[in-house]
């Protein structure tokens, strides 16, 4: 009798495992109007060829794919594969696009971000009013080689940390190798970018130019929807108090890769995964809570997909399912 109380007690103090969905993940407002224009235009039109993928997602691409909207990586190759029409990625390109497919004779379809045109145009000012401009970024990410070919100057850099600038020393000081800022600088960023990050940069940065009247500007240009997805995050950690974060969302999405850094920085155990096959038996050994992100260029039937794995391997699903995230939304830009 006694072996048959314990036995009871047990089991009714187990605890309970469950998925928690972010309060905001997902597609964005701005990646669901360049799917929207670049598949009306292969609907009405025929096929399209975006200048590198149209959003960081491999499922969508590929399902772009079908309906005649393929990635190329430059014009050239665009037309040599037949296409009479190109397109401006969701990620914005610098103004050699428009020359390179007016040259070609071939018809150019833009799916900038209007966010990512806000940075583009931002930066030409502040090169105007004389900054030497630093794009906070991967130099390697087409918004920010964007970003830095309207400005159209060489006095601009993209940097992640100080030991990407130029200059090794603060304004005013002297001495073999010491190389200093121009008298105004100014920091954009890549909308994509975590702003924690951004103002230990900036905070750096700062403290080179100031000194001998130099004059630092810093204007946050990441983005709403980015900001909103890493804030949600930090609630899964603060008020759901999670033990596991799976941030969803292709291997190129910056913002995705961004969620999944702010997470373990909350010294929360995260991954970044493109599907629920990428999930591991051994971080779920141990987690009780998982909670649920995504980045967004990922299609709401990919992270159903991860969330019904985990509902297999005994995890509660959340009531309601994925939250609904409403299409109209448009933020002042």
């Not at 150019?108 to 502040?126: A, E, F, H, N, Y």
């Not at 100031?210 to 995050?233: D, H, M, W, Y």
């Not at 010294?267 to 970044?272: L, Q």
């Not at 990428?278 to 967004?296: F, R, S």
Request: hydrophobic share 40%.
């Amino acid at each position: 009798m006694v072996a048959a109380t314990l036995s009871t007690s047990s089991t009714s103090t187990a605890v309970k495992k469950r998925i928690v969905i972010a309060d905001e993940l997902g597609y964005c407002w701005g990646v669901r109007r360049a799917l929207d224009i670049i598949q009306d235009a292969a609907e009405k039109n025929g096929p399209v060829a975006p200048v590198g993928d149209i959003i960081h997602n491999p499922q969508v691409v590929e399902r772009l794919r079908a309906k005649g909207v393929e990635g190329m990586a430059s014009v050239h190759d665009a037309v040599d594969h037949g296409f009479q029409r190109v397109a401006i990625t969701a990620h914005g390109q610098g103004p050699h696009l428009a020359q390179q497919a007016a040259s070609e004779g071939v018809e150019l379809i833009d799916t900038t971000c209007p966010l990512v045109t806000k940075v583009q145009r931002l930066g030409q000012k502040l090169v105007r009013q004389g900054y030497f401009l630093v794009v906070y970024g991967d130099s390697f990410h087409p918004e920010v080689k964007g970003v830095l070919g309207w400005a159209d100057t060489s006095k601009a850099i993209a940097a992640k940390k100080i030991a990407d600038l130029p200059w090794n020393a603060k304004r005013g000081e002297s001495g073999e190798g010491k190389v200093t800022p121009p008298r105004k600088v100014a920091v954009v960023s890549q909308t994509t970018k975590n702003i924690d990050e951004l103002m230990k940069f900036a905070h750096e940065l700062q403290a080179m130019v100031v000194p001998e009247g130099g004059e630092f500007r810093l204007c946050n240009t990441i983005c709403e929807p980015t900001s909103e997805r890493q804030n949600a995050l930090k609630r899964l950690v603060e008020r759901d108090n999670v033990d596991l974060i799976l941030a969803i969302g292709g291997n190129k999405s910056s913002n995705t890769a961004r969620l999944a850094e702010v997470g373990r920085s909350m010294g929360v155990e995260s991954h970044h995964i493109e599907r629920f096959e990428d999930i591991e038996d051994g971080w779920l050994a141990e987690a009780h809570t998982v909670g649920v992100t995504a980045g967004a260029s990922t299609p709401d039937d990919v992270i159903q997909t991860v969330v019904e794995h985990l509902a297999g391997r005994g995890f509660e699903p959340p009531d309601g399912g994925i939250r609904p995230v409403d299409p109209g939304y448009v933020p002042a830009y």
